[in-house]
């Protein structure tokens, strides 16, 4: 496949096939095999998950990677488990997404404006890819944003996400160094390729049953980024 014949949907197809990362492959097809005793009736995804959304869209959601048996069974980003019930009735009221709940990949969602990815497409053990992993994942988020010609605001779900952010713009040239960008809930930062990134904490069940992360502060993230990207 070559750079100039990449489209977002060719893009996605390369992504489902790719297979640089063995541990994760391997998990990812263990999981599926194994299944978790709540969805044994169903036909787990167990392959690297493709992007989700509008090829026009002006915002890019950035997470992590794959739950094992959220999107890892589901084949779509956030769909079928805690993180994404959390996430997608936000989007809804955000005014990103058609409804509130996203249980499959046929379940009749569609986003607007807004398009989700991660820096690791592949689920990792204890949701941990390692350095090396999330490095062999990069080259598809360089090519995401290369295909994604109207991104204004990027809202990055984690630290991970963040690091991985910065990471693309160093490669890309477009940011000499990362001083000065600091993780932390709510942080805007405008980057020199005319971006601006917003940092939130992830929809994970660990923050947002602690309270740590609460649907009033995703909502005001999910908001901003629709004023920071001209969408009212
Ligand atoms: S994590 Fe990324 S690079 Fe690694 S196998 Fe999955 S899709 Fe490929």
Redesign the pocket.
Known sequence: MTAGALTLRTLNAG?VV????PR??EY?AEVARVRRRAYIDWKYWGK?VPSFGDEQARVLALGL?PGAHGSNRTGRPFTGDGSGDFLFPILYEAGFASQPNAISRDDGMKLKDLWITSV???A?PANK?TPE??R??A??LDEEFRLLKNLRVVVCLGRIAFDGLLAHQQRTGALPARSGFVFAHGAEYALPAGLTVIASYHPSLQNTNTGKLTRPMFLSVFQRARQLAGLQ
């Open positions: 992504i790719c297979d640089r990362c994760l492959r990812c690297p990677a690791s497409r592949c990792p890819p992993e999330l062999n994942c080259p598809w």
